[in-house]
Antibody, heavy 113, light 109 residues
Framework: EVQLVESGGGLVQSGGSLRLSCVVSGFTFSSYSMNWVRQAPGKGLEWVSYISSSSNIIYYADSVKGRFTISRDNAKNSLYLQMNSLRAEDTAVYYC??????WGQGTLVTVSS | QAVVTQEPSLTVSPGGTVTLTCGSSTGAVTSGHYPYWFQQKPGQAPRTLIYDTTNKHSWTPARFSGSLLGGKAALTLSGAQPEDESDYYCLLSYSGAVVFGGGTKLTVL
């Protein structure tokens, strides 16, 4: 069974930092690219970042470029998102996803101004 | 960055057929955009229904199908069921980015 479990969300002040983690099981994590996707309250899905299986290709949405850093540890079957200089508009549920297969349950990030 | 467009809302009768579309501001959608379709019900994480234009998962009901239609990606639901009432999102891949559509709220009524 494919499982993706995010953690690390919470309440943070504007300008602060958070690190999200996602532990994956049920498929060979090291063979697949991964993504972070977010959803602001009552809004649609917004792609945040992509990382290739070997971390050699990384992309970011313009809205987070320069502030967020995606990374992975294939030995730990884990995906990460380091979020710095957080803004109120970053408030959202953040999903870890292998978008062709499965999604985590999400972790809520709330940025207070 | 490209903009991906979907119908904001659609209504289908139980047992009826409806087609949701996914267009790109850059031109015709092709298989090279690797279109995806996701279903999301209130309070739940999204679920991948269709990947790479037409491919289904074991959990994708047979009544859903993906295609390219008139320069857009399309999700067709044939024989709508009450449980199909949901939000549906498409996703297209571009060089260096991935973009979601704004979503379609499908009502079965």
């Amino acid at each position: 069974e494919v499982q993706l479990v995010e953690s690390g969300g919470g309440l943070v002040q504007s300008g602060g930092s958070l690190r999200l983690s996602c532990v994956v099981s049920g498929f060979t994590f090291s063979s697949y690219s991964m993504n972070w996707v977010r959803q602001a309250p009552g809004k649609g899905l917004e792609w945040v970042s992509y990382i290739s299986s070997s971390s050699n290709i990384i992309y970011y949405a313009d809205s987070v470029k320069g502030r967020f850093t995606i990374s992975r540890d294939n030995a730990k079957n884990s995906l990460y998102l380091q979020m710095n200089s957080l803004r109120a508009e970053d408030t959202a549920v953040y999903y870890c996803a292998r978008i062709d297969l499965g999604w985590g349950q999400g972790t809520l990030v709330t940025v207070s101004s | 960055q490209a903009v991906v467009t979907q119908e904001p809302s659609l209504t289908v009768s139980p047992g009826g057929t409806v087609t949701l579309t996914c267009g790109s501001s850059t031109g015709a959608v092709t298989s090279g955009h690797y279109p995806y379709w996701f279903q999301q019900k209130p309070g739940q994480a999204p679920r991948t229904l269709i990947y790479d234009t037409t491919n289904k998962h074991s959990w994708t009901p047979a009544r859903f199908s993906g295609s390219l239609l008139g320069g857009k990606a399309a999700l067709t639901l044939s024989g709508a069921q009450p449980e199909d009432e949901s939000d549906y999102y498409c996703l297209l891949s571009y060089s260096g980015a991935v973009v979601f559509g704004g979503g379609t709220k499908l009502t079965v009524l």
